[in-house]
Each structure stands twice: as structure tokens, then as C-alpha cells.
């Protein structure tokens, strides 16, 4: 299993520049297709812990069907909005990548190469010194030459 995941609509648009980013970073990562492939609802509530957003943060307001159901005049519960998410994946931004205990909403598809970023500069903080000793060094003096 991949370190990073994508959950994407493969007809989409920005799924497909993310998608072609992670391809030529040569990162190793799984793609799931929610249309295809469901989330579950256990998943769908990691993924919102992981990306630090409420559900309803989640929700493609823009979407025609999103104002077919009349959703913005509903208040619904955190359950009600999964439960939707699951019937209708359409609803769900995306794409979203998930790496460790994070997550993001890869929109505009740019986001993806900080999220990348972000693991390295962390990996290479955290790296041990290259020397485990003081600096050795010939301290006779360079001359030209």
C-alpha cells in the first residue's frame, strides 16, 4: 500500500492535474475512484479529522445538485451530511489526498506540490546530523598556487 492516497473523480478536471503531478514526482500512491468505490462513512470521518474542516466545509455548493435537493436551505447534522456523501458522491469536493495523518483538499491543483512539500522539509528537519563528530578539517593554511 502507497504512503499517499488520492480520492478523485477520474473525469475531473483538477483530479486529473493532481493526478499527473503525483505521476511526475514519481510518488508512490493509490487512486480511488469514490464513484466506483465508495467511501465509507468510518473513512469519510477520518479524512474530515485529518483535514481539520467540518463536514459541511466539504460540500460542493456549486454543484447543480446541491440546489436540486435544496440543501442550502436544510440545517443537517455531521451524520445527515455522511449520509448524503454516500448516497451522492458528487457532493464531495475533490480531490483529496491523504498522507499519514493529513489530508487536503488538492483544489486548485497547485496545493498538491506544497502538501508534497511540506512531508520533505519535515523529513529533512527531522534527519540526524551527517557527522557524528567535530568538524575535521586540515587547518594548515590554503596557498595559492
Known sequence: MADITIYQKPTCTTCKEVYQILKEANVDFDAVDYFTDPIPKAKLKEL???LGVPVAALIRTKDQLFGDLRLGE???TE???LDLLAIYPDLL????VEKGDRAIVARPARKIREFLASFASAAVSTEAP????PETRDPRPVTGG
Not at 130 to 133: A, E, H, P, R, Y
Open 48 to 50: 474530515i479529522q485529518k
Open 74 to 76: 436544510k440545517q443537517l
Open 79 to 81: 451524520g445527515q451530511w
Open 93 to 96: 469536493q475533490r480531490p483529496i
Open 130 to 133: 551527517l557527522s557524528d563528530g
